[in-house]
């Protein structure tokens, strides 16, 4: 096991970040971990072995399996030149390549067996006999190329099979790539494109979130395990406080949180509800990757915030994550979409206003959704986050996520 001042020397020394990636089932197949080297003064750089170790510490046999992104030259090569061969696979990026160090250490990790990736435009890919030392591909799609696999007929795809694809802008070219190529995976996902081609009907709690608290309720589970339920789905968790705030319950004040609404309404009345939730649900498993990625910045958002608070906020902090892209789900203005709820007026001011005790967590949430180190940096500094803690938050967020094998 590693000491504990090399975890926190190598957790000081990085900015990380995060993508998801999607199989053919529309399930979590993996995520890439994007890691920048931040080393001040007086601080060593990172080692990718050290950084390997706090994964292997913090990953369980359920927790998704990981993509290193290293952003930065030295990072990469002492990834690669990690002796044995790692869980995790190291990406590699196509302008890399064009360092004659960095090759020859790629050529030398191949041969020792670490799991490459090659990510590059799909129109550059290297020459053959380098591109044998890569495992697998994730490539971009040039609009041509992009416009020519819509335009192809059947097992006819310009797209290469088996690889993986990123930045993919549109539902019908993500169809293409897993039903016409196999892809192994998408990293992203378009989101507005898939509820904008669902436009023409309100979108619907998912089906398979509804049956699972019915299952709950008939197993007798706790409140705790329906709480949990009904917040993976901020469609539903939406529905269900505007249901237990609506006139039929005749309630003096609102309730603003799951757990009471939950306790207000007991076993028999939520079965029925849900019951009633049930034929319009939605199956469409596009759907599935939007959903989920709300749900992950939820998570992330609530564990940000200062550990030494009680679960009631906690709680309160995983909505305001849940909630804050109700405004795709539902095509309305969120600040209206919140106010119909009696929700505490912070999570409406983080969400909307940009303000409140909130608006530190829910914005760093959603920087570490993408690469840029700078923008994460910045909000540690505004907000006085400590980066370790930080890097501590998001990694073990993504080791808690499952990845569920069809």
């Excluded at 009904?230 to 004040?253: C, E, K, M, Q």
């Amino acid at each position: 096991m590693a000491r504990p001042e090399m975890l926190q020397s190598v957790l000081r020394s990085l900015v990380l970040g995060y993508r998801p990636l999607w199989n053919h089932e529309r399930r979590l197949a993996g995520i890439e971990l994007y890691a920048h080297a931040h080393v001040q003064e007086g601080m060593l750089p990172p080692d990718g072995a050290h950084l390997l170790r706090t994964m292997r510490e913090l990953w369980s046999s359920t927790s998704p399996p990981v993509l290193i992104a290293a952003q930065t030259r030295q990072l990469l090569c002492s990834l690669l030149d990690h002796p044995e061969r790692v869980a995790p696979w190291i990406e590699v990026r196509d302008h890399w390549l064009q360092d004659a160090e960095v090759l020859a250490r790629v050529q030398a990790a191949h041969r020792r067996g670490l799991k490459l990736v090659w990510r590059g435009d799909m129109g550059r890919q290297p020459a053959p006999d380098i591109l044998d030392c890569f495992d697998h591909c994730l490539l971009s799609i040039p609009p041509e190329f992009a416009l020519a696999a819509l335009q192809s007929a059947p097992g006819a795809s310009p797209l290469p099979a088996r690889q993986m694809f990123e930045n993919v802008p549109s539902r019908a070219l993500v169809a293409h790539c897993f039903d016409q190529c196999d892809a192994l995976a998408l990293a992203g996902w378009p989101a507005e494109d898939v509820v904008y081609s669902l436009r023409r009907q309100p979108l619907q709690p998912a089906h398979e979130v509804v049956l699972a608290l019915l299952k709950a309720i008939d197993e007798e589970q706790s409140i705790e395990s329906f709480e949990d339920i009904l917040s993976r789905d901020p469609i539903l968790a939406y529905r269900f406080l505007t249901h237990v705030n609506s006139a039929a319950f005749g309630l003096r004040t609102g309730i603003s949180s799951l757990r009471r609404g939950l306790v207000l309404m007991g076993y028999g009345t939520l079965q029925k509800w849900l019951a009633q939730q049930l034929p319009h649900a939605d199956t469409e498993p596009d759907l599935r990757p939007v959903r989920e990625s709300m749900v992950m910045r939820a998570e992330l958002t609530s564990r940000l915030l200062d550990a030494g608070v009680e679960n009631d906020l906690r709680r309160e902090v995983y909505l305001c994550g849940l909630f804050s892209q109700l405004d795709l789900l539902l095509g309305e203005p969120l600040g209206a979409i919140l106010r119909r709820i009696p929700l505490s007026d912070r999570i409406y001011d983080a969400n909307v206003l940009h303000t409140g005790p909130y608006a530190p967590p829910l914005e760093m949430a959603c920087a570490l959704e993408t690469e840029d180190a700078q923008a994460i940096l910045q909000l540690c500094e505004t907000h006085e986050y400590d980066l370790e803690d930080v890097n501590r938050c998001l990694l073990r967020m993504l080791a808690d996520l499952e990845v569920k094998h069809p």
